[in-house]
């Protein structure tokens, strides 16, 4: 992390996990323990019937809801499917775009997640980003070309002025859910790469601005040594975020000294 510069973000990804009433729950065991601090922002994205709720919840504090996913259109015939405007009207902050479980399992291209880029920040939602390399790839060393790819062409017409407003989350697809997280040496190398090509792709004063989360089975035991990198400005949560205990934990992991 570093504060001086960007924001450290910790933000919350519960997937297809909990109903509504399960949110409610999760909500009010949440705010009773939830760190006095402003030292990070902290984000939960969940379901989208779960927003209402959560929204409601979390209104008087400091932890801004989210969703898992978009579509890029402004509105009209996408059975199923929800807007940013939606979105944005239910009191969204937040929605993660590109998610690897979404690429995998649903299709969704480079070209995809650029569209919805554009949509949530037209629309005033924080995209949090999502990029990762699969085991494959990282073992036949072209994690960076990878991710530099999906970073270029997620990134495409994002403007000078709204790149600061871009969240990027790295998640080696297998660090995800598998219980095995990346070291934070190779975490930390992919992230400073991320910056990197920011830099290149606009300036070194908006790299250096922008806020890239590490995801994949972080949780309450790794987070501190994770966030103690320089280029690792938060996580992106899955299984963790979903017991109150454990995302708290995380998110006092980031009340840690920096530069
Ligand atoms: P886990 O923390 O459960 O590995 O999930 C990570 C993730 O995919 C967050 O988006």
């Given at each position: 992390m570093?504060?001086?510069?960007?924001?450290?973000?910790?933000?919350?990804?519960?997937?297809?996990?909990?109903?509504?009433?399960?949110?409610?729950?999760?909500?009010?065991?949440?705010?009773?323990?939830?760190?006095?601090?402003?030292?990070?922002?902290?984000?939960?994205?969940?379901?989208?019937?779960?927003?209402?709720?959560?929204?409601?919840?979390?209104?008087?504090?400091?932890?801004?809801?989210?969703a898992?996913?978009?579509?890029?259109?402004?509105?009209?015939?996408?059975?199923?499917?929800?807007?940013?405007?939606?979105?944005?009207?239910?009191?969204?902050?937040?929605?993660i775009?590109?998610?690897?479980?979404?690429?995998e399992?649903?299709?969704?291209?480079?070209?995809?997640?650029?569209?919805?880029?554009?949509?949530?920040?037209?629309?005033?939602?924080?995209?949090?980003?999502?990029?990762?390399?699969?085991?494959?790839?990282?073992?036949?060393?072209?994690?960076?070309?990878?991710?530099?790819?999906?970073?270029?062409?997620?990134?495409?017409?994002?403007?000078?002025?709204?790149?600061?407003k871009?969240?990027?989350?790295?998640?080696?697809?297998?660090?995800?859910?598998?219980?095995?997280?990346?070291?934070?040496?190779q975490?930390?190398?992919?992230?400073?790469?991320?910056?990197?090509?920011?830099?290149?792709?606009?300036?070194?004063?908006?790299?250096?601005?922008?806020?890239?989360?590490?995801?994949?089975?972080?949780?309450?035991?790794?987070?501190?040594?994770?966030?103690?990198?320089?280029?690792?400005?938060?996580?992106?949560?899955?299984?963790?975020?979903?017991?109150?205990?454990?995302?708290?934990?995380?998110?006092?992991?980031?009340?840690?000294?920096?530069?």
């Open positions: 570093n504060r001086k510069y960007r924001k450290t973000v910790i933000a919350g990804n519960w997937k297809m996990n909990k109903t509504p009433s399960e949110t409610k729950e999760f909500m009010t065991a949440f705010k009773a323990i939830l760190p006095k601090g402003r030292w990070c922002d902290v984000a939960l994205c969940v379901p989208a019937v779960c927003i209402p709720t959560a929204v409601r919840a979390m209104r008087e504090t400091r932890v801004g809801i989210g898992e996913n978009m579509n890029a259109n402004a509105s009209g015939a996408y059975t199923g499917e929800i807007s940013a405007d939606m979105l944005t009207d239910a009191g969204c902050k937040y929605v775009i590109g998610h690897s479980e979404r690429r399992m649903y299709g969704e291209t480079d070209a995809d997640v650029n569209a919805k880029v554009l949509t949530a920040l037209n629309a005033g939602l924080t995209p949090i980003m999502c990029c990762g390399e699969t085991l494959e790839q990282r073992e036949a060393g072209v994690t960076m070309e990878h991710i530099a790819m999906q970073i270029k062409m997620g990134l495409r017409g994002v403007s000078e002025d709204k790149i600061r871009v969240v990027i989350a790295y998640e080696p697809i297998w660090a995800i859910g598998t219980g095995r997280t990346a070291t934070p040496e975490a930390q190398e992919v992230c400073e790469g991320i910056r990197a090509v920011v830099r290149k792709l606009y300036s070194s004063k908006n790299a250096r601005a922008i806020s890239v989360l590490y995801g994949g089975s972080m949780n309450e035991k790794n987070a501190y040594e994770l966030l103690a990198q320089p280029d690792i400005d938060g996580g992106l949560i899955g299984g963790a975020s979903l017991v109150p205990e454990k995302f708290v934990k995380i998110i006092e992991a980031a009340n840690q000294p920096t530069e």
